[in-house]
């Protein structure tokens, strides 16, 4: 039995709480919100975002941030993305030198670029920064519908401890040395999930969003391998796998922020309707930055950026994405 905190009491942060506890950890889950933390002391589930799953008794609930950190074996980071750099700097004084931290939040920091598990490593130096990652919705992940992720891990012996930690008869956990790739794989598709809610919004088909999602993973593997992930991570499950769910799924919080934009919503308007953090909008910024810096063609995220920031008409964008000049589909292959 290890002693793990989970930071953050949303839905992704409360499911893997939930998981954690039936493997027979002692679990601590933190939450910055009074309120909310009466609630799941109250109630033992979070009615807001994961209803319908219970909290089982040997879960702690706690507001105090010092007592949820200190002497814990693992602190699972489930804050949202846009947020991972001021709960990290409030975590800091409370952090044991050598920590492991799992970081399970998807995105880049849109002003620094940075990936969210080096923005942990600057804010808690001494920390063992370690990500999971993959297609793993937490309204499925709480009610133990089987679901696989990826583990990554500078060293190989702490992947597979936390790999014996999260693994279950239900929850299979890969392990990989490729944080960056597995980073950015989980970040940008929630770019791509935005355009496919959109395309749906439109009113478009099958073939609309096959395609888009094609393209989009060359445009996620592309970027990602230029900023020096592994291809076959994006081949992976946070790179095709997580793609598919977040493009497809009822569950995901980006394609339905997209879908709302494409019935006319603006942005601001999705996000307040979705009620949780959008984490694709502030990645596409990010996406699209990093993209210009490194030389590297991402016409989807740039469109994305488009409807996001420039209020383009998103019919409009995928006439545009559609009349781009012709090109081959892999540029490595050749007639004889």
């Not at 919100?33 to 909290?55: A, C, F, H, S, T």
């Not at 012996?157 to 693994?167: N, T, V």
């Not at 950015?184 to 099958?206: E, F, R, S």
Request: net charge negative; glycine share 10%.
């Amino acid at each position: 039995m290890n002693t793990i905190s989970v930071i953050g009491a949303g839905s992704w942060g409360s499911a893997l709480a939930v998981l954690l506890a039936n493997n027979g950890h002692q679990v601590t889950l933190w939450s910055h919100d009074p309120k909310e933390v009466e609630m799941l002391q109250k109630d033992r589930e979070q009615k807001d975002k994961l209803p319908g799953v219970i909290l089982p008794d040997n879960i702690r609930i706690e507001a105090d941030l010092e007592k949820s950190l200190t002497g814990q074996d693992v602190v699972v980071m489930a804050v949202p993305s846009p947020v991972v750099r001021s709960v990290a700097k409030q975590m800091a004084p409370f952090v044991k030198k050598d920590q492991i931290i799992v970081n399970v939040a998807k995105g880049i920091e849109d002003v620094t670029y940075m990936t969210l598990s080096d923005i942990i490593e600057q804010e808690i130096p001494d920390a063992q920064v370690c990500v999971l990652s993959g297609p793993s919705h937490a309204e499925e992940v709480g009610r133990g519908i089987p679901t696989t992720v990826v583990i990554g891990s500078k060293k190989k012996e702490l992947a597979e401890m936390l790999q014996d930690i999260f693994m279950n008869h239900v929850f299979r956990v890969y392990t990989s040395p490729d944080i960056i790739g597995i980073e950015l794989g989980g970040a940008l598709k929630n770019v791509i999930a935005l355009a496919a809610g959109i395309t749906d919004g439109l009113g478009y088909g099958d073939n609309t969003k096959a395609a888009l999602m094609t393209r989009g993973i060359a445009e996620l593997s592309r970027l990602g391998v230029a900023l020096g992930g592994k291809p076959e991570t994006f081949s992976g499950l946070t790179g095709v796998g997580d793609l598919i769910v977040t493009c497809t799924s009822v569950h995901s919080r980006n394609r339905k922020a997209g879908y709302l934009m494409g019935k006319g919503k603006s942005a601001d308007e999705a996000m307040k309707e979705v009620k949780m953090v959008v984490e694709g909008v502030y990645s596409a910024k990010a996406a699209l930055g990093l993209a210009k810096k490194c030389g590297v063609s991402v016409p989807i995220v740039e469109a994305v950026n488009h409807v996001l920031f420039e209020h383009a008409d998103p019919k409009e964008e995928v006439t545009t994405l559609l009349l781009r000049e012709r090109k081959k589909e892999y540029n490595n292959l050749q007639w004889e």
